[in-house]
Structures are given as structure tokens and as C-alpha cells.
């Protein structure tokens, strides 16, 4: 192996740190184990996305793990995809376990097997030198939970961890001018926080995180099926109508396109199959959705006026899972008369952002929090 002079850099004219293009692709195959490329983690309550520093986004699996236990031993059984599957299904040796819960750490030990899985997916290979991680937190995270999530990452493999606010992650991923003296609001909804920020010049002027996404939406439709037609459903059928016929709207017709559900009828207790509608499912969702728009309300209640007239040229921007949800900038936009978009990429907004935060660190070092 070539030694490595300690005056050489990533500028440096030696093949071994210029890793750009395939050549440095090629080098750095042959070399496993000496690198090990710095990432981003959005670490979500449905979905953990991983983005690689000069790679992009190279992961994105349902936050789930599985456990087999065995005499009070557990071991892990799957992760992400193939443990989502089990969820609902599992006899009783398995445990399918959602390790996030409202943006945040639920379950200390299974978040941490979870995130190490992850990485080790990421970079496939043993690693000499371990990678620094930048994560998402929810704006209204405590500072308990912040530091559940930098433990989890650290002791996952990470040399260091640095939390950076989810509202920024999300404003930045979906190509907003938040360095600049102007107001930009953003609407991220998740699956377990709906985050409505205002910020300029590259900060947070106010926030709020709202303990309301699409876990919720998805409980709202299990408890409206089981209070109007006396059917029990799981969270997989549940999300599966979100995701097809789902709106925030009334439709014009009254009702709106329908789909064949499957789940057991409380009345006799055996497996039945019925039909639901959209207006049906946007009634359901009525009361998270005003949940959501109540928030915007209050964010544009409490914004100084010279950003809020910058916020009527600009319009709202929304992002995340749930801004996919039908109708719904519809329903924002006749409740704040404001022009309401949907970012190009909002699944992945969050990740993209944090991504770019990693990537362009010494000039958003401000909203970085290392700790340290």
C-alpha cells in the first residue's frame, strides 16, 4: 500500500484521496475498509432514509425491526422492508417493533440495532474509519429526546453526531432560498410530527411541531371503520386507503372513487369484505387535517408582518408523506387564502436537506448541533 504522507489532503494529486469519478470510484474499491464515506439520516417514524455524502440517496426502508425472542433473549430477525411485512402477522416468538414514535425514540435498544443495520447496508464493508452522521430532529424534540437520538447514532458506529432541525432539512431539500432576508414557510408532515416553520436568513424565525401525520390519519380511518361500520382493520389496510383513495376534501360528487376493504366485522367476529368510499375516508380525516391546517393558522397568527407579506408573494411550501395526501394543498389554500405548493421530491425533502447540510457544512454550520 502506498503510505499516507500526513501533508497530503483531499486536494492532494495523489490517487488515493482524489475519490471523485470512476477512477476514485475504482481506488476506492480496492481499498475496503480505509473509508468510510460521511452520511445524513432521516431517521422518520414510517420511513429511515440514508443519504452518503457525494452520492445521494442510497437507502430508504420502513422504520420497523423484528425481533425473534427466545427464553427473554432477543435477537434481531429483520430490518426495514422485510420486517414491515411481519407487522401485524407475527406468531408469538416475533416481535415487530416501530422503534420511533412522533418523530422521536421510543424504543432506545431497538432504534440503535436498527441504525446500525442501516449503516452497515450503506457501506457494505468493514470500516477503519468510522463516519460522522447528521440527522433530523423534530423542531419540538426535548432535550431528552435529542440526546436518545445522538446516543443511538454514536453508539451505532458513528465518531460524531450532529442534530439539525427538521423544518431547515425539509426548507433546504425542497430548494428554498432560506439564507436570503426574506420569510419562507414550510409545511413538513411526517408520519408521526407536521412541522410549520417560518424562517429567513437561514434560521428558524418560529416553529411549531404538532404531534399529528400520517400515523394518526391512519388511526383515524381504523377508529372511524370500527365506530361506522363495525369493522376491525390493521395499520397496513389502513395506510393502503390513505395512500389509493385518500383526500383531504369532500369529493364534488358526494362521493368520490371507492376500494374493496378486508377486515374482521365485530359484530359476528369472523372476516368480512366491504367497500369504502372517498367521502367516507375524507370524513374520517377531517379532524387530523384541521389539526394540520389550525397549525398554519397559528404560524401565520404569530409571524412578524414584514415576513408574512413576504410569505403572501411566496405561498406556503409543503413536503413530506403526508403533502401527498389528495387535496390537501387545496384544503390549505381555501383556508388561508395563500398560493400553497408541493415540493418536486416531498417524500424525500427532509433527506435531501440534511444531505445538503453535509455536504455544504461550513456554511450551514449555524444549524448543525454537534454538542460539543
Known amino acids: 500500500m502506498v503510505p499516507l504522507s500526513a501533508s497530503r489532503g483531499p486536494n492532494s494529486p495523489d490517487p488515493y484521496f482524489n475519490l471523485k469519478g470512476p477512477q476514485g470510484m475504482a481506488i476506492f474499491d480496492k481499498m475496503p475498509g480505509l473509508f468510510a464515506a460521511d452520511m445524513a439520516i432521516d431517521l422518520g417514524t414510517a420511513n429511515t432514509l440514508v443519504y452518503v455524502k457525494g452520492r445521494g440517496i442510497i437507502l430508504s426502508e420502513p422504520s420497523v425491526v423484528a425481533y425473534h425472542v427466545k427464553d427473554g433473549v432477543k435477537k434481531v430477525l429483520a430490518v426495514g422492508e422485510d ?3 411481519m407487522l401485524g402477522r407475527t406468531p408469538g416468538s416475533i416481535e415487530a417493533i416501530r422503534p420511533m414514535r412522533e418523530g422521536v425514540i421510543a424504543d432506545f435498544d431497538t432504534a440503535e440495532e436498527m441504525i446500525k443495520h442501516f449503516i452497515r447496508k450503506v457501506h457494505k464493508r468493514s470500516t477503519f474509519y468510522k463516519p460522522k452522521v447528521i440527522v433530523c430532529v423534530p423542531h419540538g424534540a426535548t432535550p431528552v429526546e435529542k440526546r436518545a437520538i445522538r446516543s443511538s447514532v454514536l453508539a451505532a458506529g458513528a465518531r ?26 414550510v409545511v413538513d408532515i411526517g ?5 410549520v416553520a ?42 393502503r386507503i390513505k ?54 393558522m397559528t404560524a401565520l397568527e404569530t409571524t412578524p408582518p414584514d415576513l408574512a407579506a413576504d410569505i403572501v408573494d411566496r405561498g406556503v411550501m409543503l413536503t413530506g408523506g403526508g403533502a401527498l395526501l389528495g387535496e390537501l394543498d387545496l384544503a390549505l389554500r381555501e383556508q388561508t387564502g395563500l398560493a400553497v405548493s408541493i415540493a418536486d421530491e416531498s417524500l424525500n425533502c427532509v433527506a435531501l436537506g440534511t444531505g445538503k447540510a453535509l455536504e455544504y457544512e461550513k456554511q450551514l454550520k449555524h444549524a448543525i448541533d454537534y454538542d460539543s
Request: net charge negative.
Open 83 to 85: 420486517a414491515k411485512l
Open 160 to 185: 460524531r453526531a450532529g442534530l439539525i432541525a427538521e423544518p431547515i432539512a425539509a426548507a433546504i431539500g425542497a430548494g428554498m432560498p432560506i439564507t436570503d432576508p426574506t420569510g419562507n414557510m
Open 191 to 195: 408520519g408521526g410530527t407536521t412541522e
Open 198 to 239: 417560518v424562517l429567513s436568513l437561514g434560521d428558524i424565525v418560529y416553529a411549531r411541531s404538532v404531534r399529528v401525520g400520517g400515523d394518526r390519519m391512519d388511526e383515524a380511518i381504523i377508529s372511524y371503520l370500527r365506530r361506522q361500520q363495525n369493522l376491525l382493520v390493521g395499520e397496513s389496510t389502513a395506510e
Open 243 to 296: 395512500t389509493s383513495i385518500g383526500t383531504a376534501r369532500m369529493p364534488d360528487d358526494g362521493r368520490g372513487q371507492s376500494m374493496q376493504i378486508r377486515g374482521r366485522d365485530l359484530l359476528t367476529g369472523v372476516p368480512k369484505e366491504t367497500e369504502i368510499s372517498q367521502a367516507q375516508v375524507a370524513e374520517a380525516l377531517s379532524e387530523p387535517v384541521q389539526q394540520i391546517c389550525e397549525a398554519v
